[in-house]
């Protein structure tokens, strides 16, 4: 029995340095789907993972054999394998970042107060419309009128729900309403 050494370093997502006995390579790609370079050639890998249920074809246009290379005419090898890897690869690789980057902050909350009642009911609107503050800030009032109560601020960036709308005030929160903003000071 031989005596193996191998050794795989994680340069960084997706990318892999392979040391082994024979020689140094590189893999390029997530796992089921891979490139692997190295100076016994460029090789395409695919599998599903944990089953044991893989395919590896040499893909740089070079024979397995250990004779001198004699160029084959008349026949060319399909790219499809190799466009296989590098989509698979692509893909996983925008999912991983997808999943590894960091959620977006969350919207300051409002301090909640007794809104007043109006005199005039609001319209509903459906409570998946929500709006963000396009300008420094904006005041959260307590009924839809400048001159009723200011509530606190909104700063720019804030996400809300809009609960309804009166004229050209929207009634906004976050699980519940908890002020009235002008429509004019926000974006979609």
């Known amino acids: ?54 395919y590896r074809t040499r893909i740089d246009g070079e024979t397995e ?28 690789v925008l999912a991983y970042q997808a999943l590894t980057s960091p959620a977006s902050k969350p919207a300051t909350p409002v301090a909640a107060a007794p809104v007043a009642p109006v005199a005039a009911a609001p319209v509903a609107k459906p409570a998946a419309e929500s709006v963000t503050i396009a300008k420094r800030s904006t005041a959260v009032r307590a009924a839809p009128s400048r001159k009723s109560e200011k509530l606190g601020t909104a700063k720019q960036g804030d996400r809300f729900t809009v609960f309804s709308r009166q004229g050209v005030w929207l009634e906004v929160g976050h699980d519940r309403p908890e002020g009235w903003i002008a429509a004019s000071a926000t974006r979609p």
């Open 1 to 54: 029995m031989g005596l193996r050494f191998r050794r795989t370093v994680k340069l960084f997502p997706g990318v892999r340095l392979n040391l082994s006995r024979s020689g140094v390579s590189t893999t390029v790609g997530v796992r089921g789907a891979s490139v692997t370079v190295g100076k016994k050639g460029t090789y395409a890998n695919v599998g599903v993972p944990g089953s044991g249920v893989s």
């Open 65 to 92: 054999t250990a004779e001198p290379h004699v160029p084959v005419s008349g026949r060319k090898r399909s790219p499809f394998p190799l466009i296989l890897v590098l989509a698979l690869a692509g893909g996983g």
